[in-house]
Nanobody, 120 residues
């Protein structure tokens, strides 16, 4: 399975962006992680296969929404009220289990990342 992330860009604080991650094949649960310059990669959001269970990092709760369209093998990350501290490379990931996970090590496939830069 190959994952292709897109939708990143340069925006101002308070703006919105929607990231997309298209999978080349069927995936099960999926997630988004991000890595800021000089820092380790961290969990952002996850969604299970059916889309009825989601998890978020505390830093993005209430601002970000993860969703999926299984007919298109695509997962989305709607990011609202962006802050400069959201600046990072965002990675989508997929795993071969239906249940979602916040743990990076549990994911089997990774996309190439898309840069999100939020200016103040």
């Amino acid at each position: 399975v190959q994952l292709q992330a897109s939708g990143g860009g340069l925006v101002q604080a308070g703006d919105s962006l929607r990231l997309s991650c298209a999978a080349s094949g069927r995936t099960f649960s999926m997630g988004w992680f991000r890595q800021a310059p000089g820092k380790e990669r961290k969990f952002v959001a996850a969604i299970n296969w059916s889309g009825d269970s989601t998890y978020y990092a505390d830093s993005v709760k209430g601002r970000f929404t993860i969703s999926r369209d299984n007919a298109k093998n695509t997962v989305y990350l709607q990011m609202n009220s962006l802050k400069p501290e959201d600046t990072a490379v965002y990675y989508c990931a997929a795993r071969r289990l239906a249940s979602s996970s916040t743990q990076e090590i549990s994911y089997d496939y990774w996309g190439q990342g898309t840069q999100v830069t939020v200016s103040s």
